[in-house]
């Protein structure tokens, strides 16, 4: 049974840093790419960033470069997501992603089969 399990969520004070891990229990697939989506109440899921299994191509929201980096262990279905310089309007509840398609846009939730429930990280002003 795959289950991604997303740790590290909190509360932090404006410019400071968190890091958020997801990892799959079961290693029950075979992913092509992990990624970090965030929502808050009221929106729509927004993309964050997104690794390939190659670790090669990393993709970001341009709200998130330069402060955000993605990492993996796509071997472990495992993916990591170090936020520094954190800002209120990153406050959302962050969920990782796993996909087992190829050729798919990275960029949007359809591309991705499995998700995890979600941390909650909260930058406070």
């Known amino acids: 049974q795959v289950q991604l399990v997303e740790s590290g969520g909190g509360l932090v004070q404006t410019g400071g840093s968190l890091s958020l891990s997801c990892a799959d229990s079961?290693?029950?697939?075979?992913?092509?790419?992990m990624g970090w989506f965030r929502q808050v109440p009221g929106k729509e899921r927004e993309f964050v960033a997104a690794?390939?299994?190659?670790?090669?191509?990393?993709y970001y929201a341009d709200s998130v470069k330069g402060r955000f980096t993605i990492s993996s262990d796509i071997a472990k279905n495992a993916v990591f997501l170090q936020m520094n310089s954190l800002k209120p309007e990153d406050t959302a509840v962050y969920s990782c992603?796993?996909?087992?398609?190829?050729?798919?846009?990275?960029?949007?939730?359809?591309?991705?089969?499995?998700w995890g429930q979600g941390t909650q990280v909260i930058v406070s002003s």
């Open positions: 992603a796993a996909s087992i398609r190829n050729g798919v846009d990275r960029h949007v939730s359809g591309g991705y089969d499995y």
């Open positions: 079961g290693r029950t697939f075979s992913s092509t790419a």
């Open positions: 690794v390939t299994r190659s670790g090669i191509r990393k």
